[in-house]
């Protein structure tokens, strides 16, 4: 079968009305896994393998990210953040697929946001052994509770959407995320402004992990790699709390 053309591809599979999203695409992605994903799509359109089976790819990439950084030294901080741009690839080649095959549907939806809890998850318990040097002390835990306040954040905006589904309402729109309270609608905007909270996103995990190995290489016993781990635990910790309020106090709980 012949293969459609970028700009046929592109006006199905990435429409302005996804990709001008506030929140609904990632810096990375605008700023160059899109590009990367339409062509790697275009090559996969006629592949016998479903949209679901490349977000289970993905799955894979990411958890895979976790090991990588078990291997010493600046191999497996490269590994780590080239198995994270893997499956930031994958997220994106599953849903255009799916939506240049019309083979959308709400296991594709279930697995990827299962996939985002498990890789980022891994990624950091694999930061919490690699600066620990594999032995299981005060790091790895730091490394466990991370994941863990992590997986939190993530839950406090998925339990958004199943609270407004059981109570019959629709899903929030973007402009409900605002807090309605004037002083949480400012420090909201100040978080905006610096983005420190991206740190525990994946990609920029990895790239702030990927910097401290290089840094590493000039130092004993990986400083920088433990001091970019307490600043993501440090930073996950705030957001379970501030993420949480920031919720009750916008109108995404509200019909």
Not at 42 to 70: E, F, K
Request: with cysteine; proline share 4%.
């Amino acid at each position: 079968m012949s293969l459609p053309t970028l700009d046929e591809l592109r006006a199905v599979v990435q429409p302005p009305e996804k990709m001008q999203r506030r929140n609904g695409e990632h810096w990375a992605g605008r700023l160059y896994m899109r590009r990367i994903s339409l062509r790697t799509t275009r090559l996969l359109v006629n592949s016998p393998i479903s949209p679901n089976g490349y977000t289970y790819l993905m799955i894979v990439a990411g958890v895979l990210a976790g090991p990588a950084l078990l291997i010493p030294g600046i191999g497996g901080a490269i590994l780590g953040a080239f198995f994270v741009q893997l499956y930031l690839l994958f997220d994106c080649v599953d849903g255009e697929l799916a939506r240049w095959r019309q083979q959308t549907s709400i296991v594709g939806v279930y697995l990827d946001r299962i996939g985002a809890y498990f890789a980022e998850a891994a990624f950091l318990v694999g930061l919490g052994f690699r600066a620990s040097s594999l032995h299981l002390d005060g790091w790895a835990v730091l490394g466990l509770a991370t994941a863990l306040f992590v997986i939190l954040v993530k839950s406090e905006s998925d339990l958004v959407d199943v609270a407004r589904s059981r109570a019959g309402l629709t899903a929030a729109t973007e402009g409900s995320v605002v807090p309605r309270a004037a002083g949480a609608a400012k420090l909201r905007s100040a978080a905006q402004i610096f983005k420190v909270h991206r740190l525990i996103v994946g990609i920029e995990s990895s790239m702030l992990v990927l910097l401290a190995g290089v840094l590493d290489l000039f130092a004993h016993d990986q400083p920088f790699t433990k001091a970019a781990l307490v600043i993501l635990a440090v930073i996950s910790a705030i957001m379970v709390v501030l993420h949480f309020v920031s919720i009750v106090l916008s109108s995404r709980l509200k019909a």
